[in-house]
């Protein structure tokens, strides 16, 4: 390639990542946003993250698009092409984070006014602090090419599945205390899984970003620790 195609090329490499690094700090305000607006029960806050959710939609559009562009213009190869295809990866996992903070927007605005159990929320919130540090992490570990950030990040997703488990566990016990509380409980246990898949996209996000610097995939099977498929409570004993 001549002086001035490589230019252009680094240019148009530079200018997807941006996407991608825009497209990541818009999902973190998401999720933060809708954190927000379930503990406070803010349903205006709610209705502003679901109305906000097109346009990651459409930031996702245009990274696959101008990826596709790119390819069939330079045919890259080795890292050039591993940094496309990474973008494309990475967007569509930040895509879904976004839908996924919108879901908890959604259940924010369908619990209303109904009953809540006092201070039920706070293990709602901390699982969405782990999380919320862990996105942060791996948005920087792809802005700086570090493998390293990406495997602290997809070591720790174990924690944030021990903890929905223990979450699922308390919320399962409040429903069977009062009948009361099985409304909104339910749709706290909605968000919470939401939140546990928005950590398995930080996960997915640290194994792209690993095969970007290295070339090579993590292990087979990443680190889980979620045993909500299994939990019962024992009524005689709650």
Not at 81 to 94: F, H, M, P, Y
Not at 157 to 174: K, N, P, V
Not at 175 to 185: A, T
Request: glycine fraction near 6%; charge should be negative.
């Amino acid at each position: 390639m001549t002086e001035h195609t490589v230019s252009a090329f680094d240019t148009e490499l530079s200018s997807l990542r941006s996407t991608v690094v825009e497209m990541g700090g818009f999902a973190e305000k998401m999720v933060e946003d809708a954190t927000r607006a379930l503990v406070r029960r803010d349903p205006d806050l709610a209705q502003t993250i679901i109305a906000a959710d097109i346009r990651l939609d459409n930031l996702q559009r245009e990274v696959e698009e101008r990826a596709i562009l790119t390819i069939a213009r330079r045919q890259p190869m080795a890292v050039d092409l591993r940094e496309i295809v990474s973008a494309i990866r990475v967007a569509g996992d930040i895509e879904r984070i976004g839908d996924l903070a919108k879901n908890i927007a959604k259940r924010t605005v369908a619990i209303g006014n109904q009953f809540q159990p006092p201070k039920i929320v706070v293990g709602v919130q901390h699982m969405s602090d782990l999380v919320q540090e862990q996105l942060k992490d791996v948005l920087d570990g792809y802005t700086q090419h570090d493998a390293d950030v990406a495997l602290a990040v997809w070591n720790r997703d174990g924690d944030i599945d021990a903890l929905y488990t223990s979450l699922f566990r308390e919320l399962l016990t409040y429903m069977m205390e009062d009948p009361r509380n099985i409304g909104f409980c339910t749709h706290l246990l909605f968000s919470a899984k939401n939140i546990e898949r928005i950590g398995d996209h930080t996960t997915n996000i640290a194994e792209t970003i690993n095969y970007l610097v290295t070339g090579e995939t993590l292990g087979p099977e990443r680190p889980k620790a979620d045993k909500s498929s299994f939990t019962t409570v024992d009524i005689a004993k709650s």
